[in-house]
């Protein structure tokens, strides 16, 4: 199993992909929903760091397939798809026809045929199902974790689920005969949090090379943590902008109040109630960071004694 991260709109964030992207990793996005993604590939292969990638052609917010607009689409799209196979030989090209579709197996089978015709040139098809159908015997892909396992070759993106906020372990063993297992959050579609409204062409938000970190750290091994009902650790909290010193940093949730509590070496500030009841308090780095430091299994204490045991990197206690 590959690991990778889903840039889905990483067209308008290239310098902190091109910075912030893992040696070695899958690279996955949108060819066209945000801006022209080619001009990044293209970069990012050239820098030698990226062996695998996974580009849509079509997104659509009603995930359904019109032939009229979306076909000129998906053809222009994969001839440059191959362009780029044959630039870049060595590296694993797969074209996704239309991402997360809700078509018949006829419809599938039709579109790939298609594409088949044209000639492949050594790009490898993907098939990206909603409620669509598999294609038997071809490469499909899944996103979120409620997806059931696909018989055969796959991906698994956790495309539309934040991954901050995901049993990771759980999700790893589900799915731990897939090709390529794609770690994504809101952030790589400019988005603040998973509900944020802004519609997509008004979204200024942009990611940090630090939510690339924090995501590549996910592919390591969590450790045994715990904590008991009503303490939540998140390895995240929500991003308010540059000027609120919380953004992104390690945020635990418990029924208790405290001036203050502890993981291992470090310290957290109450910041008051939180609205869903019980307290906040926030660390000063974020969750990766204090993990590379201190360790995975880093024992929570408040007012003395000992709460739990978490891996500051991941989301310990309910999962959303």
Request: proline content about 7%; glycine content about 10%; overall charge positive.
């Amino acid at each position: 199993m590959r690991f990778g991260v889903d840039y889905l709109a990483g067209s308008c964030y290239p310098d902190v992909v091109l910075k912030g992207h893992p040696n070695g990793w899958a690279f996955g996005t949108f060819l066209n929903t945000f801006k022209n993604a080619w001009p990044l590939i293209r970069k990012l292969l050239a820098s030698g760091k990226c062996p695998e990638i996974r580009v849509h052609a079509i997104w659509a917010d009603d995930h359904k397939y019109k032939p009229k607009i979306h076909w000129p689409i998906i053809q222009a799209e994969f001839r440059k798809a191959k362009r780029f196979k044959a630039l870049f030989p060595n590296v694993k090209i797969q074209f996704s026809p239309f991402c997360e579709h809700t078509m018949d197996l006829a419809t599938v089978k039709r579109i790939h045929g298609a594409l088949e015709q044209i000639g492949l040139g050594g790009v490898e098809l993907v098939n990206s199902v909603w409620t669509g159908a598999l294609l038997p015997g071809g490469h499909n892909e899944v996103h979120g974790s409620k997806a059931r396992v696909p018989p055969g070759r796959y991906n698994f993106s956790y495309d539309g689920e934040d991954a901050f906020g995901a049993d990771i372990e759980a999700h790893k063993a589900k799915y731990f005969e897939c090709q390529t297992f794609y770690f994504w959050s809101p952030h790589l579609n400019l988005k603040y949090k998973l509900d944020d409204p802004t519609p997509r062409p008004e979204r200024k938000y942009r990611p940090q090379v630090k939510h690339i970190k924090a995501l590549a750290y996910l592919a390591n091994t969590r450790g045994k943590t715990e904590l008991p009902k009503g303490w939540i650790l998140k390895p995240l909290a929500d991003d308010h902008g540059p000027t609120d010193p919380k953004s992104n940093k390690v945020v635990v949730i418990g029924p208790e109040l405290h001036p203050e509590i502890t993981i291992g070496d470090e310290m957290l500030k109450c910041f008051g109630p939180f609205e869903g009841g019980g307290f906040r308090y926030y660390a000063k780095r974020w969750g990766y960071e204090i993990a590379e430091d201190l360790g995975h299994e880093l024992v929570v204490r408040a007012g003395g004694k000992r709460i739990g045991v978490v891996n500051t990197a991941f989301r310990c206690g309910v999962y959303r």
